[in-house]
């Protein structure tokens, strides 16, 4: 019951919040709403955190549609050791990717 809830269930009630949160937010104050808010890449401090965060999201996010958009050609291909070796490689390097620029971002945040 609680595999169903937590695999089934929750991918649901984040996709309800992200959508209900943004049209609120959209709706409420609607200039907060922006790239420009994000200030991307204002200064080499950020630019250390915001850059490997996105890229390595960037990276994860593709790793896991590519599966999910063609399971059969995945199932194939994963079927190599070699090919899953690099793969799980490759998504162990982007995650940390993703802590570093996270850890850099909160770091500039609290700081």
Known sequence: MLNVFTFVGLPYIALFVLIVGSIVRFRSNRF?????????LESKR???????????????????????????????LASHPIFLM?????????????VAGLVVLLARRLL
């Open 32 to 40: 907060s709403y922006t790239a420009l808010s994000s200030q991307f």
């Open 86 to 98: 690099t793969v799980e490689t490759l998504g162990f390097l982007a995650g940390l990717l993703c």
């Open 46 to 76: 950020l630019m250390w955190g915001s850059t490997p965060w996105h890229i390595g999201l960037g990276v994860v996010f593709v790793g896991h549609l590519v599966p999910f958009l063609f399971p059969s050609v995945w199932h194939a």
